[in-house]
């Protein structure tokens, strides 16, 4: 059903689907497939048409672009995980499906963001995030390498209401199918990259009086591994030129997932994350433990043989393992340590995989996160020294941005390598992991590295005075 689909058939079809159900109103959920699009000719066309937006890329694996809310929640305070969960059973039980979906990857979802942590101690401030945003789209655009599909959830009461929703429906697969030929024209103009780097500079005081007292915590032995970030804020009144940013992230940061969630024109989180905390397709579940970083402009391999890297690396592979001996998950393997390229940034990673039953994805959350790889360990001692250190709530840095189906399969990603546009500023946020052995002036251009690998995507290139 693609291009040969006639109305008249598919809306037959879906009010049968309907008197089978019998009920007469309800949370409703439709999906059509659709030819293979251009996720970035659509997002270009709808994004400014829909105060929210998010969207999620990985190459060559299941990508969407989620529009409006249809069902939503935020949340303040601690319990986000087990409230998280009571959204997602709620709704996916009163979801009625209307159409047969036969790949999983076109499946209902529900996505979701989470803040770092509750950051209680810190005084409250007009941007702060909710601890948990969880959404059930109005709209989603789904792809997963040549197929398509577009789905669409609303609460109807009885056939005409339906059919209402159907013709919207249908409107808005006209509209993806001809979103290549509808350019934006919008212009956009964005300052030299010095203007970033100006104010990185003004920032290295406070870094390296940072980065100096977390070593000495970890050299001590209060600690064996913390993490902390810095952030850079700078004045950003142009429009934001999302989409190209999005294009050169795919094409200069791969293996990563590319990432947006926009809860207004305002309002915009994004990047491109290299870390998965974990993915879940029934039954197989796969962990990742990425830490230990380098220029890829160096020589990468020389990870292999860091032993400061790889004792950072060890710290959250332990931690994977030991998450999982938590949740009664026994039987694992793990892949080979390697170094694996995130465009200009590499990493050491291992792969951990199991095959698990009765395990939902918020047991999985409220055990992983936050992971030695953006926090420390022991954990709870370094989220208060993080909380005591840095000068800022780290907000939705470093915490899980992801989504979960209604058959319980999810992918959940760190949010890193990203920034916030808020209020006419873009603040960037980055961080560096520090144990025994660590040395500042590497530490600090290690956080140096990792701003500039998104901050290129975004400004012009260094202008000569």
């Not at 030991?322 to 026994?330: F, R, W």
Request: proline letters at 3%.
């Amino acid at each position: 059903m693609k291009n040969n689909l006639n109305f008249s058939d598919f809306l037959k079809g879906v009010f049968s689907n309907f008197d089978k159900k019998g009920v007469n109103s309800g949370l409703v959920s439709i999906c059509i497939e659709i030819p293979c699009v251009d996720l970035f000719d659509v997002y270009e066309f709808f994004i400014d048409k829909y105060s929210f937006s998010s969207f999620w890329e990985e190459d060559n694996k299941m990508s969407y672009i989620a529009l409006e809310k249809c069902k939503y929640l935020t949340l303040e305070g601690p319990k986000k995980f087990k409230v998280a969960k009571e959204f997602s059973d709620e709704n996916f039980n009163n979801l009625i499906n209307l159409t047969d979906e036969s790949n999983t990857s076109a499946l209902s979802k529900i996505i979701y963001f989470f803040s770092f942590s509750e950051n209680l101690k810190k005084k409250y401030c007009l941007f702060d995030v909710p601890g948990l945003e969880a959404i059930l789209p109005k709209i989603l655009i789904i792809k997963n390498k040549k197929n398509c599909w577009l789905r669409i959830n609303a609460h109807v009461e009885g056939k005409s209401s339906l059919r209402t929703l159907i013709e919207e429906l249908w409107s808005i697969r006209d509209q993806i199918l001809n979103s290549k030929n509808q350019k934006s024209k919008n212009i956009f103009n964005y300052p030299s990259i010095n203007y970033f780097l100006n104010s990185l500079e003004l920032s290295n005081n406070n870094l390296k009086q940072l980065i100096k007292k977390g070593i000495k915590l970890v050299e001590e032995g209060s600690l064996d591994k913390i993490v902390l970030a810095s952030r850079v804020k700078i004045e950003f009144k142009n429009k934001l030129n999302i989409i190209n940013i999005l294009k050169k992230l795919k094409t200069n940061q791969p293996n990563t997932c590319r990432y947006v969630w926009r809860r207004n024109s305002k309002d915009i989180i994004f990047g491109a994350s290299p870390e998965k905390l974990f993915s879940l397709r029934k039954p197989d579940l796969v962990l990742e433990a990425i830490a230990g970083t380098v220029s890829s402009d160096l020589n990468p391999d020389s990870l292999m043989e860091s032993s400061k890297d790889i004792k950072e690396h060890n710290y959250v592979l332990e931690y994977l393992i030991k998450s999982l001996e938590v949740l009664k998950i026994n039987n694992y393997t793990k892949s080979s340590l390697k170094v694996t390229s995130f465009g200009d940034i590499s990493h050491l990673q291992t792969l951990v995989y199991s095959k698990i039953n009765n395990i939902c994805p918020f047991d999985l959350l409220r055990v992983l996160h936050p992971s030695p790889a953006v926090c420390g360990s022991p954990k709870k001692e370094a989220i208060n020294w993080i909380n005591t250190l840095e000068s800022f709530s780290r907000g939705n840095y470093a915490s899980p941005i992801g989504w979960v189906d209604s058959e319980g399969n999810s992918e959940f990603r760190v949010a890193i390598r990203g920034a916030r546009y808020i209020d006419q500023n873009l603040e960037f946020t980055a961080g560096s992991g520090l144990v025994k052995g660590s040395i500042s002036k590497k530490e600090i251009e290690e956080i140096q590295l990792k701003f500039q690998s998104l901050v290129k995507q975004i400004f012009l290139a260094k202008t000569t005075k």
